[in-house]
């Protein structure tokens, strides 16, 4: 089955908590992104990548990095969680470009 | 300012009853994406649209990109409660899907 799975799917944690969230997909995808949705702001960008060790911000990066050390794996990290990213965070892949995103079932942050 | 403006925010109808929502920019597109969102689910990509003036149809739900390829609208005919969601429209803009902030739809049995 075609997929794409974040772990974990819920996770609490305190101001400075190193935490990294994961993400893979099973569709030998080219193009895989981060997106965080907050209410009333939408699903914003946090970071994408085009292919294995390509990567770019998106529209909100502070504060998070990311990696695609090989191509179905996309971590985000956060090295400093502040309460400020308490957020939910759902990486997305797609084969054409950035359009026709695939998207995990979501990361629910707090950071407290 | 948002690339892309839904309308309405919010709509609770009962249901049978018909809608339509809208996707609206200054921008030309190349193409459009609808997705729907469950609550506790990540979006799932309901239709493309990418030549302007076309029409796509999925089961009860239609789908028009406007001629200039700046707008689109969703309408869904005889709204069931499965049909409850959020509803986004996406574009591709310099390689960053951007989202409209959508439209929660509520259908009342």
């Known amino acids: 089955e075609a997929q794409v799975t974040q772990n974990p799917r819920y996770l609490i944690t305190v101001t400075g908590k190193k935490l990294t969230v994961t993400c893979s997909q099973n569709m030998n995808h080219e193009y895989m992104s981060w997106y965080r949705q907050d209410p009333g702001l939408g699903l914003r960008q946090i970071y994408y990548?085009?292919?294995?060790?390509?990567?770019d911000k998106g529209d909100v990066p502070e504060g998070y990095k990311v990696s695609r050390k090989e191509k179905r794996n996309f971590p985000l990290i956060l090295e400093s969680p502040s309460p400020n990213q308490t957020s939910l965070y759902f990486c997305a892949s797609s084969f054409r470009g950035l359009t026709e995103a695939f998207f995990g079932q979501g990361t629910r942050l707090t950071v407290v | 300012t948002q690339l892309l403006e839904q309308s309405p925010q919010f709509l609770s109808i009962q249901e049978g009853e018909n809608l339509t929502v809208y996707c609206n920019s200054s921008s030309v597109f190349s193409s459009l994406q609808w997705y729907r969102q469950e609550p506790g689910e990540g979006p799932v990509l309901l239709v493309t649209v990418v030549t302007g003036g076309e029409v796509k149809k999925l089961k009860r739900l239609t789908f028009q990109f406007g001629d200039a390829r700046k707008d689109s609208s969703l309408h869904i005919t005889a709204a069931q409660t499965g049909d409850t969601g959020l509803y986004l429209c996406?574009?591709?803009?310099?390689?960053?899907?951007?989202f409209g902030s959508g439209t929660r739809l509520l259908v009342r049995p």
């Open positions: 996406g574009v591709d803009s310099s390689y960053k899907l951007i």
């Open positions: 990548s085009m292919n294995v060790e390509v990567t």
